[in-house]
């Protein structure tokens, strides 16, 4: 099961208003830095609700689901 984890995001505007995420900010404190967006398409999440912009990521040699929904950023998180 996987719930949204609504998260802090580092991102760049450019004057033409494209919106690219640069890092994300983990519930430790620690950023990451994105290495790589491999595709941006509208979509919803299918395992944890919710839609809007989705970033595929690599994040750390992981790749992650980010998504933009409305003004605020959410991933993916697992359950235990």
């Known amino acids: 099961m ?18 690219t995420p640069l890092s994300v900010m983990g519930d430790n404190g620690l950023t990451y830095s994105i290495d790589k967006i491999t595709q941006i398409i509208n979509a919803a999440s299918l395992k944890s ?5 989705r970033y595929t990521c690599t994040i750390g040699g992981h790749i992650r689901y980010l998504y933009l929904e409305e003004t605020r950023w959410f991933i993916e998180k697992k359950e235990n």
Do not use: D, L, P, T
Request: glycine fraction near 18%; hydrophobic fraction near 35%; aromatic fraction near 8%.
């Open 2 to 19: 996987h719930k949204k984890q609504y998260i802090q995001v580092i991102a760049s505007f450019n004057k033409e208003g494209k919106i």
């Open 49 to 53: 609700g919710g839609a809007g912009i």
